[in-house]
């Protein structure tokens, strides 16, 4: 019999809805003024983002239609494939049935663009020219630079110093696509000044990017900001991920026992995720669900859950979630999508509801995984996929051990082309697994925000 090795969807299959798990799980605590320690309203969110996409973030319906010129652009890469790993099956000697979604398949390689084209959408609908924004491993800021280009916004990206510096062609892409990417902490805003005054070769980090970010937009009134994760909205138009995934599970006549998700702001974890969590919660069949962390920057498995800041200069409403601090540094490991202080409210919702797991694994271990699964399945995994692989294999590997079979399903966010350096330095025994530092963690804890009760 053929052994099918991937399972795919016409066109015609693109859901024509997001799915919003806020209509299925109990509301999670309120976004708060940091003034006031009150719950804000949408007015307060307008100077930075367009009304649609302030509404999403504050719905409760739970089908949020797709308008058709953003399934128009989805059509370009998507429905995305669903592949069986059976080679990485046959070398682990596992009974588990592993699948994979391939969302590297989109033109700038990850899962971004299924929110970055519809965010570009709704601005270009409300009139809006210029769009800011942060990136860490400069998957985000290309996705963006590419929905600009398709809608006509101009986008300023600031990237983060240790990927502009390891990344020359993620700068050169986001170029291509007509975007400007600045290394982040920049000379540009008042927060980057005054960290690069106190420290001028500071490595940068996702809160402090998108603080530039957000002071640009703030200040400017022909300029919006973009965040490629953590917020409601961003992780809604993900669901398009785990709504295909349903489907092609169903194709293949399995469902999944566990799913896996690597998580930097939550993104992709909730895209995978969501829909599989939403079914179960209407009565539907169990499955594990775990978020895969960084070791280097824990913020589900060694984070807080209380308010804070969502970037370091402090110019964010509060939101609860699992946090490491809002002045945490992490240290410049690889995978620079997954350097964020925080983690994704509504993930960090479902993690305090018990609903889902966390797991932090170590940089070195996840590029071992990751050149496995490049040896068995041909595609060479962003450093941020690695975590997800990592995991998937252990639970492999594990059902092996316990003589079970298992169905594992994880997301592959983004392929590794623009990562080779760091490719490269791991065959030189170069990387290491990178620590960071306790008394820091310590002292970003002891520095949260106090909220009214
Ligand atoms: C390929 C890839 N996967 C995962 C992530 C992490 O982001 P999120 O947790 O929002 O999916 C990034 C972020 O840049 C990324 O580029």
């Known amino acids: 019999m053929l052994e099918v090795s991937k399972y795919q969807l016409g066109e015609d299959r693109i859901p024509k809805s997001w799915y919003n798990i806020m209509a299925d799980i109990p509301p999670p605590p309120p976004v708060l003024h940091p003034g006031t320690g009150q719950p804000i309203g949408p007015d307060a969110l307008a100077p930075l983002f367009p009304m649609a996409l302030i509404m999403q973030e504050v719905s409760a319906e739970r089908a949020i239609e797709i308008p058709d010129p953003v399934r128009d652009v989805y059509r370009m890469w998507r429905p995305t494939p669903l592949h069986r790993a059976r080679r990485l099956e046959k070398k682990l000697g596992t009974n588990a049935r592993i699948f994979y979604k391939y969302e590297g398949v989109s033109p700038p390689g990850s899962h971004k663009p299924n929110t970055a084209v519809a ?58 696509y007509g975007a400007r990417c600045v290394a982040s902490p920049s000379n540009e805003t008042e927060a980057g000044r005054a960290i690069l005054a106190k420290h001028p070769d500071h490595p940068g980090s996702l809160g402090i990017a998108i603080s530039e970010a957000v002071e640009v937009a703030a200040k400017r009134d022909d300029t919006k900001y973009a965040l490629g994760s953590v917020l409601n909205h961003v992780l809604l138009h ?9 489907k092609q599970c169903e194709m293949a006549g399995d469902y999944p026992d566990i799913i896996i998700g690597c998580a930097g702001g939550g993104s992709n974890f909730a ?54 601090g809002s002045s945490f540094t992490p240290p410049g490991f690889h995978a620079g999508g997954l350097r964020y202080h925080g983690m994704a409210p509504l993930v960090s919702h479902l993690k305090n509801l018990g609903l889902i797991e966390a797991r932090a694994v170590t940089q070195l271990r996840c590029f071992e995984a990751g050149v496995q699964f490049a040896r068995t399945e041909g595609i060479v995994p962003a450093p941020e996929s690695t975590h997800a692989i990592t995991v998937a294999i252990e639970e492999a590997v594990r059902a092996r051990e316990e003589g079970r079979s298992r169905v594992i399903l994880f997301n592959l966010s983004g392929h590794g082309h623009f990562d080779m350096q760091a490719y490269t330095d791991y065959f030189a025994g170069k990387l290491e697994d990178q620590h960071y530092d306790e008394a820091d963690l310590a002292e970003a804890l002891a520095a949260l925000p106090g909220v009214p009760a």
């Open 238 to 246: 993900q669901t398009v991920v785990g709504q295909e995934a349903m």
């Open 119 to 176: 965010q570009a959408f709704y601005n270009s609908r409300e009139g809006v020219k210029k769009l800011a924004t942060e990136t860490g491993a400069g998957q985000w800021g290309s996705s963006l630079a590419f929905a600009g280009a398709l809608f006509g916004i101009h986008v300023d990206v600031f990237m983060v110093r240790v990927s502009y510096d390891q990344k020359p062609y993620r700068r050169a892409l986001m170029e291509t």
């Open 271 to 324: 895209g995978i995720s969501f829909p599989f969590l939403g079914a179960q919660l209407r009565g539907g069949q169990r499955a594990r669900v775990i978020a895969v962390e960084p070791a280097a920057c824990p913020s589900l498995t060694r984070g807080e859950y209380a308010y804070d800041f969502g970037d370091t200069a402090h110019l964010t409403p509060l939101v609860k979630m699992y946090t490491l």
